[in-house]
């Protein structure tokens, strides 16, 4: 699965913002709720590799998107590779076990 961030680019093009902390400042405006600005400067600068769905919806109600301007989502398609599991019938002989399970009688006591 590919996934595409696109925040920076969003609120460059739509809202003329390219700090982070004017970015936080129209956060803490529009929604009253105030999010770190380190935090702000992961998600302006790299992909996160978890976010809040909470999270996500303040910062889209705050720049006024949908969250697929932001955030792109693209399935991989599956490669024709097939894999069987193996079991008993279509086990090779070579890993197949030699011999039956030990008789429990045959142990000393």
Not at 8 to 22: L, Q, R
Not at 65 to 82: E, H
Not at 94 to 103: E, H, I, Q, T, Y
Request: net charge positive; glycine share 2%.
């Amino acid at each position: 699965m590919s996934i595409k961030w696109n925040l920076k680019k969003f609120i460059e093009k739509k809202h003329s913002i390219y700090s982070a902390t004017d970015l936080k400042k129209m956060i803490h405006k529009k929604t009253g709720v105030s999010i770190s600005l380190q935090n702000i400067c992961n998600y302006l600068n790299k992909d996160p590799a978890m976010i809040r769905l909470e999270t996500l919806e303040i910062i889209c109600t705050a720049i006024d998107c949908n969250l697929q301007d932001i955030l792109k989502i693209t399935p991989t398609k599956k490669t024709s590779k097939s894999t069987r599991k193996l079991s008993y019938k279509n086990t090779p002989h070579a890993k197949k076990g030699l011999s039956d399970f030990p008789n429990p009688e045959d142990y000393d006591s």
